[in-house]
Structure formats: structure tokens, C-alpha cells
T-cell receptor, first 115, second 113 residues
């Protein structure tokens, strides 16, 4: 596609339920990133993929958070047993192969509200 | 993970004036820097980038300046327009940490017509 595509754009879920957020990167982009942005704050790194492997998972807040990428394209971020503090915008981004200097392009985000 | 403060700095300018948004970065090993613009309800939009072997780079109406001595980055917007109103984030890439970007706090730019 022309840009990074994320779905759903908005999700309201009950506390304790699991959610899956999907990201479809720009065609040809082998690197894929997940960030989280709480209301009025900056972006917090979660994880990035180079191909299907995740060299850096250091930003995942807890073991309730996981992400996978198969086929070197679409990625899914899963949050298990959601908590109210998980409410945020989850932003996906992609770029050409990871090295310092490749422009990283963001999607519009998935807005998650846990009630 | 990295976090930011709760209150965004705000810069208010008159339409047509030049804007300067500043950012202090944290790691002397950072070798690539990017400015993003984020409008309400949207994802960050790439504006301009600069590598650590440069101290200035110009784009269309925007200029980024890098001072590695004091770890400072600035974004200059010429002839600011109402459409420039947004939150602006600087981001740094630390050379030995792959593609991970560390984002700054963000500055809210408000342009008065």
C-alpha cells in the first residue's frame, strides 16, 4: 500500500479481555516498529522487527504484551488481560532495512480504550 | 521504556513569522536525528532528518541545525502558516541500537492567523 496501514483505528475493550492490533507496513519495507503514545505524551518504543525476527523487545511493558511478524510483512501486537493503563494510541512504523538513517514512516495508529 | 513529561512546551507565533523549536538529546552516541510533525488524531509525519556528520540541513521552508557539542537540535520553520500548527517531536537514533528511535517530549506549535 501507499502508507503504513493499521487496524482497527479505534478499539474499546473491557478490562481483562485480550486485544490484537494489526499493522501492514509499506510495501518493500523490511523493518517494522511498534510504539505507544499515551494522551499528551511522546512516543514510547515497544519493539522492532527486521524481517520476521525481533532484535529489540526491550520496550514491551510486561509479559502481557507480545508481537509477531510472519512472512516479513504484516505484524500483530497482542495485549493479553488488558488493564486500564494500557489505554493509549499504538503506532506502527516501517522503513527499509534497519540501519541508522533510513526514514521511518508511521501509520495513523490504533486508539485503544480499556474500560 | 523511555517516557516524556506530562506538560508539553508551547510555542505561539504569528502567521508569517519564523518559528524555532528546540530539542536537547540525551546520548552522545546518537548518529541520526529526525523531526516529526503530529497533528491531532494522526500519526507522526516525517519532516526532515540529519546525520551526525552534518550540522545543518535544509528542506522546503524548514531547516534543522545540529550542535553535537551541547547535544542540541533545532527546527526552524520559515514563514509559519496556520497549517503548521501541530506538535513537533525530535527523535534520535542511537547508532548501536538498530532502528530504535528515542523521542523527545514534543513542542506544541500554535500559529495565530
Amino acid at each position: 500500500g501507499a502508507g503504513v496501514s493499521q487496524s482497527p483505528s479505534n478499539k474499546v475493550t473491557e478490562k481483562g479481555k485480550d486485544v490484537e492490533l494489526r499493522c501492514d507496513p509499506i510495501s518493500g519495507h523490511t523493518a517494522l516498529y511498534w510504539y505507544r503514545q499515551s494522551l499528551g505524551q511522546g512516543l514510547e518504543f515497544l519493539i522492532y522487527f527486521q524481517g520476521n525476527s525481533a532484535p529489540d523487545k526491550s520496550g514491551l511493558p510486561s509479559d502481557r504484551f507480545s508481537a509477531e511478524r510472519t512472512g516479513g510483512s504484516v505484524s500483530t501486537l497482542t495485549i493479553q488481560r488488558t488493564q486500564q493503563e494500557d489505554s493509549a494510541v499504538y503506532l506502527c512504523a516501517s522503513s527499509l532495512p534497519v540501519y541508522s538513517g533510513n526514514t521511518i514512516y508511521f501509520g495513523e495508529g490504533s486508539w485503544l480504550t480499556v474500560v | 521504556g523511555e517516557s516524556v513529561g506530562l506538560h508539553l512546551p508551547t510555542l505561539s507565533v504569528q502567521e508569517g513569522d519564523n518559528s524555532i523549536i528546540n530539542c536537547a538529546y540525551s546520548n552522545s552516541a546518537s548518529d541520526y536525528f529526525i523531526w516529526y510533525k503530529q497533528e491531532s488524531g494522526k500519526g507522526p509525519q516525517f519532516i526532515i532528518d540529519i546525520r551526525s556528520n552534518m550540522d545543518k540541513r535544509q528542506g522546503q521552508r524548514v531547516t534543522v541545525l545540529l550542535n553535537k557539542t551541547v547535544k542540541h537540535l533545532s527546527l526552524q520553520i520559515a514563514a509559519t502558516q496556520p497549517g503548521d500548527s501541530a506538535v513537533y517531536f525530535c527523535a534520535e537514533n542511537i547508532g548501536n541500537q538498530g532502528g530504535k528511535l528515542i523521542f523527545g517530549q514534543g513542542t506544541e506549535l500554535s500559529v495565530k492567523p
